[in-house]
């Protein structure tokens, strides 16, 4: 039952070996030479600017479009198994999945309406 | 029902080792192959329709020049900021790269050959749900990208890595509605099942040929390429989320980037394209092209002409603005793709209770279609009209004048009182003293 996955496992191992050797030997490979400048983040040349201490900060927005990702991926992880399942499901299924997207659809409008999906 | 009468699809239930190993080297290298392809080719093609001739000086017609940029990668320095987080700078090329050969496990290349007197598909594996395998690991890709732009420890990095997600998952969002039409007209999630079910028509001549476009723009958007390659919008973020990398480990996100590229590509040809059969008339004038080890041929044609789409968007449109971007995915794909998912099913539980194709077609394609179309002007001429207001306004501001105080624009700078002194006495002088004067100041003047 779990032979299909083996070569999954064997091309997992192979560009793993493959991808993890290149990171690996890149230090080895190339020159080095030391220079304090070059250590800095990059911003263009200019003097860096100073950022907060602790985890890097980001705008809530892309937050709020995680948070929508998830329910529309959770939406297609419901259809999926309708869609292959739609010969045998027939007509039952149709309005079922009619009545889910519908539903789906009134928080997606209410969303839009709330200005969720605009971007500034 | 194939998910319920077994877990394995006929033919790869019972590969032998040494068979197994054969195909994943056979993968790896077709993909390493593809990508070194894929950039040059991409180089080519851009340089033609720029009016250039593109890379011509290593290998034959410049073919191995991105074999010469790898190598040149691998002997330059690497360099790692200081305010890297270095475990996490280190494991995000990896993030990236193994996840891109991993989608590829499931492609299928081609039908049943004989290989050293073993039958076997030119696939590596199938699975019921093979096209999820292909979506899984592209949403993994996510977090190499993400996790790079966090460890650099730098802006630039922060916010293309950001950028990047946020596009990636909603275009993914697009993409994965646009397959499931695919799932309602075949029935199955496997690989091998969708292209068998291609066999007299291609999917694409359907009614998903609507899903086949939106998928076509998602894919532009889910592997970052121009016109939608904000996250490394050289003018505001320089490279995006590999900025602080270099070596190897930036070889690795290009690497990842191109397999990507790759692979949506030869997810479009199996999902859309009709896989590995031969293009329409070939079939009538030769009968052998969809046996044997030729369908390949195919595949890898149909793959290197959607490369050629994405090089020919590149070459000829602009990069979009964030916001116009988003406004795309979230507000113009979903919609269309739920009421186009509907519509197939309606369509396919009506053909399968007996109902021919023109009442499916005069009943519910034809209608839904209108609905949509005058949707989508509707809404492109409100905001057209938004538009308009908006510059009408920006006019009439600008015609009342600035509104905050300002000093004349007018004003001339005086010229310096020695300056003057001395333009003033030469004015004075006769004609032949003052071109003298000025041969004497040198040849600066003359």
Redesign the interface.
């Known amino acids: 039952?779990l032979?299909?996955?083996?070569?999954?496992v064997?091309?997992?191992a192979?560009?793993?070996a493959?991808?993890?050797f290149?990171?690996a030997?890149?230090?080895f490979?190339?020159?080095?030479?030391f220079n304090r400048a070059?250590?800095?983040?990059?911003?263009?040349g200019i003097e860096?600017?100073p950022?907060p201490i602790g985890p890097?900060r980001?705008?809530i927005k892309?937050f709020l479009?995680?948070m929508?990702?998830i329910v529309?991926?959770i939406e297609?992880i419901f259809?999926?198994?309708y869609?292959?399942?739609?010969?045998?499901l027939?007509?039952f299924?149709?309005i079922e999945?009619?009545l889910f997207?519908g539903t789906?659809?009134i928080a997606?409008a209410y969303v839009?309406r709330r200005g969720g999906?605009?971007?500034? | 029902m194939s998910l319920a009468a077994s877990d394995v699809v006929p033919g790869f239930g019972d590969q032998p080792f040494w068979l197994i190993v054969i195909k994943v080297l056979g993968v790896f290298v077709f993909l390493v192959v593809m990508t070194l392809f894929s950039i040059v080719f991409e180089r080519k093609v851009v340089g033609r329709m720029q009016n250039r001739i593109g890379p011509n000086r290593v290998g034959p017609w410049g073919t191995l020049q991105s074999l010469a940029d790898g190598m040149k990668l691998a002997f330059k320095e690497e360099i790692i900021p200081l305010l890297a987080d270095k475990p996490v700078y280190f494991l995000a090329p990896l993030l990236s790269a193994v996840p891109a050969f991993l989608a590829f496990s499931v492609m299928p290349f081609g039908p049943e050959v004989s290989m050293f007197g073993h039958h076997t598909p030119l696939q590596l594996t199938d699975l019921p749900v093979g096209v999820l395998v292909v979506f899984a690991c592209s949403s993994l890709g996510v977090y190499g990208i993400v996790l790079s732009g966090w460890a650099s420890g730098s802006t630039y990095p922060l916010l293309g890595g950001l950028r990047s997600a946020a596009q990636m998952i909603s275009y993914e969002v697009a993409m994965g509605l646009s397959i499931a039409g695919v799932f309602i007209w075949s029935g199955t999630m496997s690989t091998s099942q969708i292209v068998a079910g291609q066999d007299h028509r291609w999917y694409v001549t359907s009614p998903l040929i609507v899903s086949f476009c939106i998928y076509c723009i998602a894919i532009v958007g889910e592997t970052n390429r121009a016109p939608f390659d904000l996250p490394e919008a050289e003018s505001e973020l320089v490279g995006g989320f590999h900025t602080e990398y270099s070596s190897f480990k930036f070889a690795m996100f290009f690497l990842a980037e191109y397999i990507n590229m790759v692979t949506v590509s030869a997810l479009a040809t199996t999902l859309f394209l009709g896989g590995w059969h031969a293009p329409w008339p070939i079939h009538y004038i030769w009968a052998g092209c969809n046996s044997g080890w030729y369908p390949m041929i195919w595949f890898v044609l149909k793959v290197v002409a959607i490369i050629f789409v994405f090089v020919w968007l590149r070459g000829t449109l602009p990069r979009m603005r964030y916001d116009q971007f988003m406004h795309l995915g979230w507000k113009v794909l979903i919609p269309i793709n739920l009421a186009w998912i509907m519509l197939i099913a309606t369509v396919h539980v009506l053909r399968s209770r007996g109902w021919a194709s023109w009442q499916v077609a005069v009943t519910v394609v034809i209608p839904t279609a209108a609905v949509l179309l005058i949707w989508a002007i509707a809404g492109e001429a409100k905001r057209h009209q938004n538009y308009v207001a908006a510059a009408e306004e920006e006019e009439a501001e600008a015609r009342l004048g600035p509104a905050f105080p300002t000093p004349p624009l007018n004003l001339v700078v005086p010229k310096a009182p020695a300056v003057a002194r001395a333009s003033r006495a030469r004015a004075s002088l006769p004609r032949a003293a003052r071109r003298a004067s000025v041969s004497q100041q040198g040849d600066d003047d003359e």
């Open positions: 039952m032979a299909p996955y083996m070569p999954i064997l091309l997992f192979l560009a793993f493959f991808a993890l290149s990171v030997i890149a230090p490979t190339g020159p080095r030479r070059k250590l800095d983040f990059y911003e263009c860096p600017t950022t890097n980001f705008p892309y479009t995680a929508l990702f529309f991926d297609i259809l999926y198994p869609a292959v399942a739609n010969k045998e027939s007509l299924g149709l999945m009619l997207i789906v659809f997606y839009w999906l605009d971007w500034d």
